[in-house]
């Protein structure tokens, strides 16, 4: 019985010395996007993957890409020469070319890039260089000190279109008539444009709207951007960048463009903002986020136009105008200018805003 017992206990003994397991890796490790859609020719990065309790740190790489039927793939690992924000422009502490190129990195990158620490995937500007099928199937391996996971078809990419233009809030070309008691503002008309899927888009990107106009006229700078700014009356006729203000705001000014340009020159026409990279613009002084972030506001001088009574006649019927004529018989007038959009791609851009129903002074 002795011996039994002295078996018993030794067995206990043994079990109970044995080192616990170490970490934990489970086998429910997956993406929090069924399908990542990605822009081509735009910086982009997934969600962080859900690891279900796994112990950190985890490494993390990608292990193959499949096409839509199946087959590996090398097309989102294909380098080209692109330009990289490490950071974005900042007009507080980025006040010479110098600051700002060293914020900028040109190297050879591929399309697909993954955080070995977190799992995020990023894709770069080069997917703009895909030409083979839109559907990727990624594969990756997770592993941390209990093993490893192969996770096959653990995330599907959709590339979509390249959007050289982004329309990602509502823009407004507007006519103000400013009211002869107390100065209040009256809005004559208003033309917008919603987001990218407004019908106008189509026309504001051929040049064919009425009012709103945003077009590539040239490639180069082959890697930076230009992007002039025209405001003029409703027959097309650019009025002078001294009559193009700043929208006050508390003790400042509205985000504009201004400060979203190393180099700012004016012409008789217009006024230039540049920067050595897209996207344009950057920086948002009042209002964050990926929609608010690309507004950008200006008004007209009171002196800029005569308002076109016969024409807003001819479209909307008879006004009294009275209300806002001052001693002198001019209707006092004043433009409300807001952008909304994102430019992508480099090369030189201008942005032409005709305000309705004007005549230049």
Same mark, same amino acid.
């Given at each position: 019985?002795?011996?039994?017992?002295?078996?018993?206990?030794?067995?206990?003994?043994?079990?109970?010395?044995?080192?616990?397991?170490?970490?934990?890796?489970?086998?429910?490790?997956?993406?929090?996007?069924?399908?990542?859609?990605?822009?081509?020719?735009?910086?982009?990065?997934?969600?962080?993957?859900?690891?279900?309790?796994?112990?950190?740190?985890?490494?993390?790489?990608?292990?193959?890409?499949?096409?839509?039927?199946?087959?590996?793939?090398?097309?989102?690992?294909?380098?080209?020469?692109?330009?990289?924000?490490?950071?974005?422009?900042?007009?507080?502490?980025?006040?010479?070319?110098?600051?700002?190129?060293?914020?900028?990195?040109?190297?050879?990158?591929?399309?697909?890039?993954? #955080? =070995?620490?977190?799992?995020?995937?990023?894709?770069?500007? *080069?997917?703009?260089? /895909? %030409?083979?099928?839109? &559907?990727?199937?990624?594969?990756?391996?997770?592993?941390?000190?209990?093993?490893?996971?192969?996770?096959?078809?653990?995330?599907?990419?959709?590339?979509?279109?390249?959007?050289?233009?982004?329309?990602?809030?509502?823009?407004?070309?507007?006519?103000?008539?400013?009211?002869?008691?107390?100065?209040?503002?009256?809005?004559?008309?208003?033309?917008?444009?919603?987001?990218? #899927? =407004?019908?106008?888009?189509?026309?504001?990107?051929?040049? *064919?709207?009425?009012? /709103? %106009?945003?077009?590539? &006229?040239?490639?180069?700078?082959?890697?930076?951007?230009?992007?002039?700014?025209?405001?003029?009356?409703?027959?097309?006729?650019?009025?002078?960048?001294?009559?193009?203000?700043?929208?006050?705001?508390?003790?400042?000014?509205?985000?504009?463009?201004?400060?979203?340009?190393?180099?700012?020159?004016?012409?008789?026409?217009?006024?230039?903002?540049?920067?050595?990279?897209?996207?344009?613009?950057?920086?948002?002084?009042?209002?964050?986020?990926?929609?608010?972030?690309?507004?950008?506001?200006?008004?007209?001088?009171?002196?800029?136009?005569?308002?076109?009574?016969?024409?807003?006649?001819?479209?909307?019927?008879?006004?009294?105008?009275?209300?806002?004529?001052?001693?002198?018989?001019?209707?006092?007038?004043?433009?409300?200018?807001?952008?909304?959009?994102?430019?992508?791609?480099?090369?030189?851009?201008?942005?032409?805003?005709?305000?309705?129903?004007?005549?230049?002074?």
């Amino acid at each position: 019985m002795k011996k039994l017992y002295y078996t018993i206990f030794t067995l206990i003994f043994l079990t109970s010395c044995k080192p616990p397991e170490i970490g934990y890796l489970s086998d429910d490790i997956h993406a929090l996007e069924d399908t990542i859609f990605v822009p081509r020719g735009i910086f982009k990065t997934s969600a962080v993957p859900a690891i279900e309790g796994s112990t950190y740190p985890l490494h993390w790489e990608i292990t193959g890409v499949n096409d839509i039927n199946g087959n590996p793939t090398e097309d989102l690992f294909d380098e080209h020469e692109i330009l990289i924000w490490k950071e974005p422009f900042n007009p507080v502490t980025d006040t010479t070319l110098e600051l700002v190129e060293a914020k900028l990195e040109l190297s050879n990158k591929p399309t697909l890039l993954i #955080n =070995d620490v977190s799992g995020e995937l990023a894709f770069t500007q *080069t997917s703009k260089h /895909i %030409t083979g099928s839109d &559907i990727y199937n990624v594969n990756v391996n997770a592993s941390n000190v209990r093993g490893e996971r192969q996770l096959d078809d653990f995330v599907t990419v959709k590339f979509e279109p390249f959007k050289p233009v982004e329309f990602r809030v509502e823009m407004r070309s507007r006519l103000n008539l400013v009211k002869n008691e107390g100065g209040g503002l009256s809005a004559l008309f208003t033309s917008t444009i919603r987001n990218d #899927n =407004d019908p106008g888009v189509p026309s504001v990107l051929d040049g *064919t709207h009425p009012y /709103i %106009t945003i077009q590539k &006229i040239s490639d180069e700078p082959k890697l930076g951007i230009k992007t002039k700014m025209i405001i003029a009356d409703s027959y097309g006729v650019p009025i002078g960048p001294d009559k193009v203000t700043f929208y006050p705001y508390q003790a400042n000014y509205l985000q504009n463009y201004h400060d979203n340009s190393i180099k700012t020159t004016e012409d008789a026409t217009g006024t230039i903002f540049e920067l050595p990279a897209p996207p344009f613009p950057q920086y948002a002084r009042n209002f964050g986020g990926s929609t608010n972030g690309y507004l950008m506001y200006y008004l007209t001088t009171r002196d800029a136009f005569t308002v076109d009574t016969a024409a807003y006649e001819a479209d909307n019927g008879p006004k009294d105008w009275a209300p806002f004529t001052n001693a002198s018989g001019e209707i006092v007038n004043q433009a409300y200018i807001r952008w909304g959009v994102r430019i992508n791609d480099s090369g030189t851009w201008e942005m032409k805003m005709r305000i309705p129903y004007t005549i230049k002074k």
